[in-house]
């Protein structure tokens, strides 16, 4: 049952944090040791470039490090690009696929998203999938088709299995300061349990749902507390620790 789901909290630093940022990284690794233990899991998304100095700062306090994307290839003449599978080298143990930020700027189809997660898990990282619907989606009551639609496409045919997560972040909430009303988010989650079970039984009931866009220390609580909302991916809230230590211990 989704009951006993250990929570995940993740942080996507987005395309934030020169190396100075994982000082940030130690203080929250010091609120996390000296304060109440965590009851959730706790990854840190920063730019690869700062990827092994977080893993490493982290691994201390039990703060896990994920990438924010990665190629679907292995290795290959790919300019510019980041494999699964260094990812891991540098010592993360997720990565962020299908962002909507890179769904909307690159392109990103639900095909190229499945085929980045497939490459991840290849590489014994866990993928965490971005769906969500637009504004004008949402306003002509499509929101549960298009999420429906994008899970379809963007999960792979393992994803009952490996740990994989959904995260599910309506596009016109992230980074506005705006959510949806409790009542949306849950009939939102409720629906994405009831695509993973039915097509992956058993193992859709453990995949980890999370809730992503303007989550913040205000309202992580009551959106942590509805069914089926099994942790949060965190954009600017996990830019300073305190704050997001605040999310962390809403759990
Ligand atoms: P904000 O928390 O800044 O709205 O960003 C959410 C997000 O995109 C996390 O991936």
């Known amino acids: 049952m989704t009951r006993t789901i250990t929570p995940l909290i993740a942080g ?3 395309m934030n944090g020169l190396r100075s940022a994982v000082e940030e990284l130690g203080e929250l690794a010091r609120l996390m040791t000296t304060g109440d233990a965590p009851r959730a899991m706790v990854v840190v998304c920063p730019p690869a470039t700062i990827l092994h100095a977080v893993a490493n700062r982290g691994a201390t306090s039990g703060i896990l490090a994920g990438g924010q994307d990665c190629h679907p290839a292995a290795s290959g003449a790919h ?9 891991a080298d540098a010592g993360a143990q997720y990565v962020i696929v299908g962002h909507s930020e890179r769904r909307a700027t690159y ?3 639900d095909e190229l998203v499945r085929a980045k997660a497939e490459a991840a898990i290849g590489a014994g990282l866990r993928p965490i999938i971005c769906v969500g619907e637009t504004e004008a989606e949402r306003d002509s009551g499509e929101a549960e088709a298009v999420v429906a639609a994008q899970l379809a496409g963007s999960v792979p045919e393992s994803g009952g299995e490996h740990g994989v997560v959904v995260a599910y972040e309506p596009v016109w909430a992230i ?4 959510t949806p009303r409790n009542e949306e ?3 939102m989650h409720n629906r994405i349990r009831a695509v993973l079970v039915e097509r992956f039984g058993d193992g859709g009931e453990s995949v980890r749902i999370l809730y992503g866009g303007s989550m913040k220390p205000q309202n992580a609580r009551e959106i942590l507390a509805i069914e089926n909302v099994n942790g949060g991916l965190v954009g600017g809230a996990s830019l300073l620790a ?3 230590y605040t999310i962390i211990s809403a759990v």
């Open 242 to 244: 305190k704050d997001f």
């Open 175 to 178: 980074g506005t300061g705006r």
């Open 79 to 87: 300019t510019g690009d980041i494999s699964a599978a260094m990812l």
């Open 107 to 109: 392109g990103e189809t």
């Open 185 to 187: 988010i849950a009939a």
């Open 12 to 14: 996507n630093w987005k």
